[in-house]
T-cell receptor, first 110, second 112 residues
Protein backbone atom coordinates (compact mmCIF):
# COMPACT_ATOMS: atom_id res chain seq x y z
CA UNK A 1 0.00 0.00 0.00
CA UNK A 2 0.90 3.67 0.03
CA UNK A 3 2.34 5.30 3.12
CA UNK A 4 3.31 8.95 3.46
CA UNK A 5 4.31 10.14 6.93
CA UNK A 6 4.90 13.63 8.25
CA UNK A 7 4.71 15.15 11.74
CA UNK A 8 1.32 16.35 12.89
CA UNK A 9 2.34 19.73 14.25
CA UNK A 10 5.37 21.99 14.63
CA UNK A 11 5.73 25.30 16.41
CA UNK A 12 8.36 27.94 15.66
CA UNK A 13 9.05 31.59 16.36
CA UNK A 14 8.71 34.38 13.82
CA UNK A 15 12.01 34.84 11.97
CA UNK A 16 13.21 31.31 12.74
CA UNK A 17 13.68 28.27 10.47
CA UNK A 18 11.52 25.16 10.47
CA UNK A 19 12.16 21.86 8.67
CA UNK A 20 9.23 19.55 7.92
CA UNK A 21 10.20 15.97 7.18
CA UNK A 22 8.28 13.55 4.98
CA UNK A 23 8.96 9.86 4.46
CA UNK A 24 7.17 7.79 1.87
CA UNK A 25 6.70 4.24 0.72
CA UNK A 26 4.72 4.04 -2.50
CA UNK A 27 4.24 1.56 -5.31
CA UNK A 28 5.55 4.05 -7.86
CA UNK A 29 7.34 7.38 -7.89
CA UNK A 30 6.92 10.18 -10.40
CA UNK A 31 7.81 13.16 -8.21
CA UNK A 32 7.19 14.68 -4.79
CA UNK A 33 5.22 17.83 -4.13
CA UNK A 34 4.78 20.21 -1.23
CA UNK A 35 1.58 22.24 -0.90
CA UNK A 36 0.56 24.90 1.60
CA UNK A 37 -3.03 24.95 2.87
CA UNK A 38 -4.60 27.59 5.07
CA UNK A 39 -7.67 26.53 7.04
CA UNK A 40 -10.76 26.25 4.86
CA UNK A 41 -8.86 27.05 1.68
CA UNK A 42 -7.50 25.13 -1.27
CA UNK A 43 -3.92 23.83 -1.23
CA UNK A 44 -1.44 26.00 -3.14
CA UNK A 45 1.65 24.61 -4.83
CA UNK A 46 5.03 25.26 -3.20
CA UNK A 47 7.58 22.90 -4.75
CA UNK A 48 8.20 19.84 -6.91
CA UNK A 49 11.15 17.46 -6.74
CA UNK A 50 11.67 14.58 -9.13
CA UNK A 51 15.47 14.25 -8.90
CA UNK A 52 17.61 13.96 -5.78
CA UNK A 53 18.83 17.19 -4.28
CA UNK A 54 17.75 20.59 -3.11
CA UNK A 55 15.37 22.96 -4.88
CA UNK A 56 15.40 26.52 -3.58
CA UNK A 57 12.65 29.03 -4.17
CA UNK A 58 12.88 32.19 -2.11
CA UNK A 59 12.29 31.46 1.58
CA UNK A 60 11.23 27.89 0.81
CA UNK A 61 13.51 24.98 -0.09
CA UNK A 62 12.70 21.33 -0.67
CA UNK A 63 15.02 18.33 -0.62
CA UNK A 64 14.55 14.84 -1.99
CA UNK A 65 16.38 11.54 -1.52
CA UNK A 66 14.69 8.86 -3.61
CA UNK A 67 16.86 6.03 -2.26
CA UNK A 68 15.79 6.88 1.30
CA UNK A 69 12.18 7.70 0.47
CA UNK A 70 12.68 11.02 2.21
CA UNK A 71 11.99 14.68 1.62
CA UNK A 72 11.96 17.83 3.67
CA UNK A 73 10.55 21.31 3.28
CA UNK A 74 12.61 24.11 4.81
CA UNK A 75 10.91 27.37 5.68
CA UNK A 76 13.28 30.24 6.45
CA UNK A 77 12.67 33.66 7.99
CA UNK A 78 9.28 32.55 9.22
CA UNK A 79 6.42 35.02 9.03
CA UNK A 80 3.07 34.91 10.80
CA UNK A 81 1.37 34.28 7.46
CA UNK A 82 3.32 31.01 7.17
CA UNK A 83 1.05 29.51 9.84
CA UNK A 84 -0.71 26.82 7.81
CA UNK A 85 -0.81 23.12 7.07
CA UNK A 86 1.96 21.81 4.80
CA UNK A 87 1.09 18.78 2.72
CA UNK A 88 3.60 16.29 1.33
CA UNK A 89 2.33 14.45 -1.75
CA UNK A 90 3.78 11.80 -4.03
CA UNK A 91 2.87 11.28 -7.66
CA UNK A 92 2.81 7.54 -8.19
CA UNK A 93 2.21 7.30 -11.93
CA UNK A 94 2.01 9.30 -15.15
CA UNK A 95 -1.68 10.13 -14.69
CA UNK A 96 -0.92 12.87 -12.20
CA UNK A 97 -2.63 11.19 -9.27
CA UNK A 98 -1.19 12.48 -6.01
CA UNK A 99 -1.15 10.55 -2.73
CA UNK A 100 -1.09 12.96 0.20
CA UNK A 101 0.24 12.77 3.71
CA UNK A 102 -2.01 13.97 6.53
CA UNK A 103 -0.28 17.35 6.64
CA UNK A 104 1.88 19.17 9.17
CA UNK A 105 0.31 22.11 10.99
CA UNK A 106 2.94 24.81 11.45
CA UNK A 107 2.22 27.40 14.12
CA UNK A 108 4.32 30.56 14.02
CA UNK A 109 4.42 32.49 17.29
CA UNK A 110 5.49 36.12 17.80
CA UNK B 1 -4.46 32.14 -17.94
CA UNK B 2 -6.10 29.06 -16.56
CA UNK B 3 -8.69 29.18 -13.81
CA UNK B 4 -10.76 26.59 -12.00
CA UNK B 5 -14.20 27.24 -10.59
CA UNK B 6 -15.93 25.11 -8.01
CA UNK B 7 -19.31 25.62 -6.39
CA UNK B 8 -21.01 25.88 -4.02
CA UNK B 9 -18.54 26.95 -1.34
CA UNK B 10 -20.59 25.47 1.49
CA UNK B 11 -23.46 23.02 1.56
CA UNK B 12 -25.58 21.56 4.34
CA UNK B 13 -27.62 18.55 3.31
CA UNK B 14 -29.78 16.02 5.20
CA UNK B 15 -28.91 12.35 5.21
CA UNK B 16 -30.48 10.59 2.25
CA UNK B 17 -30.64 13.66 0.02
CA UNK B 18 -28.90 13.83 -3.39
CA UNK B 19 -25.71 15.74 -4.15
CA UNK B 20 -24.27 17.51 -7.15
CA UNK B 21 -21.01 19.46 -7.03
CA UNK B 22 -19.71 21.09 -10.16
CA UNK B 23 -16.24 22.07 -11.28
CA UNK B 24 -15.20 23.84 -14.48
CA UNK B 25 -11.80 24.77 -15.84
CA UNK B 26 -11.10 27.68 -18.17
CA UNK B 27 -8.13 28.53 -20.34
CA UNK B 28 -6.97 25.02 -21.15
CA UNK B 29 -8.12 22.03 -23.14
CA UNK B 30 -8.14 18.30 -22.40
CA UNK B 31 -7.01 18.65 -18.78
CA UNK B 32 -6.80 15.74 -16.36
CA UNK B 33 -9.44 16.35 -13.70
CA UNK B 34 -9.59 15.08 -10.11
CA UNK B 35 -11.96 15.00 -7.15
CA UNK B 36 -10.40 14.83 -3.68
CA UNK B 37 -12.02 14.73 -0.24
CA UNK B 38 -10.46 15.97 2.97
CA UNK B 39 -11.99 14.78 6.23
CA UNK B 40 -11.41 16.93 9.30
CA UNK B 41 -7.78 16.66 10.43
CA UNK B 42 -6.86 14.22 7.70
CA UNK B 43 -5.05 14.25 4.39
CA UNK B 44 -6.57 14.56 0.95
CA UNK B 45 -8.04 11.34 -0.40
CA UNK B 46 -8.32 10.90 -4.16
CA UNK B 47 -11.88 9.92 -5.10
CA UNK B 48 -12.02 10.08 -8.91
CA UNK B 49 -9.91 11.16 -11.82
CA UNK B 50 -10.63 11.68 -15.50
CA UNK B 51 -8.33 11.93 -18.51
CA UNK B 52 -11.07 12.76 -21.02
CA UNK B 53 -14.78 13.19 -21.71
CA UNK B 54 -16.75 10.26 -20.35
CA UNK B 55 -13.63 8.62 -18.89
CA UNK B 56 -13.86 8.21 -15.12
CA UNK B 57 -11.66 6.16 -12.82
CA UNK B 58 -12.70 5.52 -9.23
CA UNK B 59 -9.99 5.21 -6.62
CA UNK B 60 -12.05 4.02 -3.66
CA UNK B 61 -15.42 2.27 -3.45
CA UNK B 62 -17.98 4.64 -2.01
CA UNK B 63 -21.37 6.25 -2.13
CA UNK B 64 -20.31 8.82 -4.73
CA UNK B 65 -20.03 8.94 -8.52
CA UNK B 66 -18.42 11.31 -10.99
CA UNK B 67 -19.13 12.36 -14.55
CA UNK B 68 -17.38 14.42 -17.19
CA UNK B 69 -20.01 15.51 -19.73
CA UNK B 70 -17.76 18.14 -21.33
CA UNK B 71 -14.01 18.55 -21.71
CA UNK B 72 -13.67 21.09 -18.91
CA UNK B 73 -16.56 20.10 -16.65
CA UNK B 74 -16.36 17.58 -13.83
CA UNK B 75 -19.33 16.69 -11.62
CA UNK B 76 -19.44 14.81 -8.33
CA UNK B 77 -22.76 13.23 -7.42
CA UNK B 78 -24.57 11.07 -4.94
CA UNK B 79 -28.10 9.67 -4.98
CA UNK B 80 -28.33 9.40 -1.18
CA UNK B 81 -25.89 11.12 1.13
CA UNK B 82 -24.49 9.42 4.23
CA UNK B 83 -23.17 11.08 7.38
CA UNK B 84 -19.70 9.83 6.43
CA UNK B 85 -19.83 11.86 3.20
CA UNK B 86 -19.22 15.05 5.17
CA UNK B 87 -15.94 16.73 4.36
CA UNK B 88 -14.09 19.29 2.27
CA UNK B 89 -14.33 18.43 -1.43
CA UNK B 90 -11.69 19.72 -3.78
CA UNK B 91 -11.60 19.64 -7.55
CA UNK B 92 -8.21 19.85 -9.28
CA UNK B 93 -6.79 19.91 -12.78
CA UNK B 94 -3.46 19.13 -14.43
CA UNK B 95 -2.33 20.22 -17.85
CA UNK B 96 -0.03 18.23 -20.07
CA UNK B 97 2.90 20.60 -19.73
CA UNK B 98 3.20 20.38 -15.97
CA UNK B 99 3.11 17.74 -13.28
CA UNK B 100 1.52 19.89 -10.60
CA UNK B 101 -2.15 19.99 -9.69
CA UNK B 102 -4.11 23.21 -9.39
CA UNK B 103 -6.98 23.13 -6.92
CA UNK B 104 -10.36 24.80 -6.86
CA UNK B 105 -11.52 26.69 -3.80
CA UNK B 106 -13.36 23.69 -2.36
CA UNK B 107 -16.84 22.83 -1.09
CA UNK B 108 -17.42 22.27 2.62
CA UNK B 109 -20.17 19.64 2.79
CA UNK B 110 -21.97 18.91 6.05
CA UNK B 111 -24.39 16.00 6.07
CA UNK B 112 -26.75 16.14 9.05
Amino acid sequence: GQNIDQPTEMTATEGAIVQINCTYQTSGFNGLFWYQQHAGEAPTFLSYNVLDGLEEKGRFSSFLSRSKGYSYLLLKELQMKDSASYLCAVSTDSWGKLQFGAGTQVVVTP
Amino acid sequence: SQTIHQWPATLVQPVGSPLSLECTVEGTSNPNLYWYRQAAGRGLQLLFYSVGIGQISSEVPQNLSASRPQDRQFILSSKKLLLSDSGFYLCAWKGGATEKLFFGSGTQLSVL
